[in-house]
């Protein structure tokens, strides 16, 4: 359980608030790189920390993400026309650039200078792996560039998707750690999903329902790792990786790809769910992307133009009563990414904590809480950079490795934790 | 005309959620295996609790490792008076293990062992993860881990804390 004043501190994530602070201290991805396709396409709205944004990419190239709205009368300018350098609003014909800096307003004589005072705000965006990230802090501390390992891999080597999530980013975020649903929730898609079949570690976790757990606190956040019996008093071990504040990064099996997820607040009711996949040393395959585009694996099918999943709650997420009682499907919901959604959209757009109770294995989202709070505390109070702003936190990988019994996972998989560019995940 | 689900999932349905315990307390042990976490365990034993008891074990730490203990006599609360293992078991939803990384945490078999017959669940928490070596980790591990259903390594001992608070305890 949490109290309320800490369930709201991690909650809220708005302008001003603690929570909001912790999450403007990092490069937080915003679109995929696709949604701002060319020069001069149309801008895209972006919400993001309960702040209204426009993203768009200038006759120049220039990638800009600034207020949406017009500083004249408050239009939004996702109606205005992207041209010659800037955003110009249809309404009275205020033009801005990708900094917010106002450069025309027609009505005024230019030689007034007027539209330099005149300035939006806004972040800096730019463009790494596919995807456009920006930095929502303070101009002084800026940090420096993302390195998560799948956004430095060749594009080939990569896909990245992302859909919305109808709830609040941390209980999201808290599914991706929870090991322990996936017992349950997802029994049975393991063997079926084409991006998981086939690895020999599956048989460890068909031989061995009842996993142990260990949660270790890394530099960057949490490694969470589920034992399970092996052969030749081994262990066979699945070890997640959580950075701060909401990546994480789920083991792999056999030969398929890698992947994890970012949890990132729209508003303190809603959050995007980035999804990647990528191997670090071979090229995706045709099959392998067709399937991630086919909502398989973590990724999820979405309506036509739009992020949103076609399943979602105004369909009762597809829910199939006959396949939950056959046991084609343990919850009846189709797919990893939805079962996982609709579970936690189900609890309400922001879960009351103080209700909830918890039991030993839900210690992994204990200590990202406790990691979380304890960051917060310190940047708020002492102004210490929180744990995931630095580079060397994100070159991580998850691991799924057998180990003698006897071993620390931590040291014993030390080198397969981290991300090595050309050496291939360790995998079984 | 909006699915069920579009219907209860808003915020304004939340507040017709039941507003009644769900739940009745649990009995939690939380036990200091040596010298270092005893120390821990004095500290958050002053602090108010549902049910949570606090115990030292770590006399049983002292001892040369191969001494046939016997199941009583070397348990004890907090104030000093020797408790039964077996009766304290006997009660408890959770017993939690905790450890100080590179120290002697034998007393883990035997009150995993006693766990383990009443059927009770068992945490083990280590705490010095972030400072110890290599080998200090991976003996307390050795100890701790055929007994611990949930093994939690801390680098700061204010983890306890937030998780007694989190269970419940």
Request: proline share 6%; net charge neutral.
């Amino acid at each position: 359980m949490l109290r309320k004043e800490q369930n709201d501190l991690l909650t809220q994530t708005g302008p001003g608030t603690p929570g909001g602070r912790l999450f403007r201290s990092y490069w937080l991805p915003a679109l995929l790189a696709e949604e701002l396709p060319e020069n001069e396409c149309p801008p895209v709205r972006v919400k993001l920390l309960s702040e209204r944004l426009l993203a768009f990419r200038d006759s120049d190239g220039r990638l800009g993400l600034i207020d949406e709205f017009c500083a004249h009368r408050g239009v939004s300018l996702w109606f205005g026309r992207n041209e010659e350098k800037g955003l110009r609003c249809s309404y009275h014909g205020w033009k801005y650039d990708v900094t917010g800096q106002c450069i025309d307003v027609p009505s005024e004589p230019e030689e007034s200078g007027f539209c330099r005072k005149i300035m939006l705000k806004s972040y800096p965006l730019i463009e790494r792996g596919g995807v456009l990230w920006t930095y929502m802090g303070p101009k002084e501390q800026v940090p420096p560039l993302p390195e998560w390992e799948f956004a430095t891999v060749p594009d080939h080597q990569r896909f990245v998707s992302k859909r919305l999530q109808e709830c609040n980013w941390l209980q999201a975020m808290e599914g991706g750690i929870d090991s322990s649903h996936v017992s349950f929730l997802h029994r049975g898609d393991i063997n079926t999903d084409p991006l998981f079949k086939g690895a020999r570690g599956n048989q460890y976790n068909l031989a061995d329902a009842r996993p142990v757990f260990e949660v270790v606190e890394s530099a960057g956040g949490l490694y969470i790792g589920a034992r399970r019996n092996a052969e030749n008093d081994q262990y066979y071990w699945r070890i997640t990786q959580y950075v701060l504040p909401s990546f994480t990064m789920i083991a792999p099996r056999g030969n398929h790809s890698v992947h994890g997820h970012f949890w990132i607040p729209i508003d303190d009711e809603n959050c995007w769910t980035w999804s990647f996949d990528y191997h670090p040393i071979r090229n995706l395959t045709d099959a392998e992307i067709a399937a991630m585009r086919g909502g398989k694996g973590i990724h999820v099918k979405c309506a036509p133009g739009t992020f949103r999943p076609l399943a979602n709650k105004d369909n009762d997420y597809q829910i199939d009563r006959a396949a939950q009682k056959a046991g084609r499907s343990y919850s009846g919901v189709e797919g990893f990414g939805m079962q996982d959604a609709s579970i936690q959209e189900s609890m309400g757009p922001i879960v009351d904590r103080a209700k909830e109770n918890l039991v030993s294995t839900d210690n992994g989202i204990i200590m990202a809480r406790h990691r979380l709070l304890r960051s917060i505390k310190a940047l708020v109070d002492k102004g210490e950079v929180p744990p995931g702003v630095d580079p060397a936190h994100q070159r991580v990988r998850s691991a799924a490795v057998v180990l003698p019994r006897d071993q620390a996972f931590k040291d014993a998989a030390r080198e397969a934790l981290m991300a090595r560019p050309g050496v291939a995940p360790a995998s079984v | 005309m909006p699915s069920e689900s579009a219907r209860v999932m808003s915020a304004a349905e939340a507040r017709f959620r039941i507003n009644a315990p769900n739940s009745k307390p649990r009995h939690v042990k939380i036990i200091a295996l040596d010298s270092g976490s005893e120390a821990v365990v004095k500290h958050l034993a002053q602090l108010r609790w549902n049910n949570a008891t606090f115990f030292i074990a770590s006399a049983f730490a002292s001892e040369p490792p191969g001494r046939r203990f016997s199941v009583s006599g070397w348990l004890s609360d907090l104030a000093g008076r020797t408790k039964d293992l077996i009766d304290e078991v006997k009660g408890a939803d959770l017993v939690i293990m905790v450890a100080t990384a590179g120290e002697n945490a034998q007393a883990a078999t035997l009150i995993g062992e006693a766990c383990s017959l009443k059927r009770v669940n068992t945490t083990g928490l280590i705490l010095g993860g972030g400072a110890a070596t290599d080998e200090m980790l991976s003996k307390t591990l050795s100890q701790l881990r055929p007994w611990s259903l949930m093994l939690v390594i801390a680098n700061s001992e204010d983890y306890i804390e937030d998780m007694l608070i989190a269970l419940r305890a």
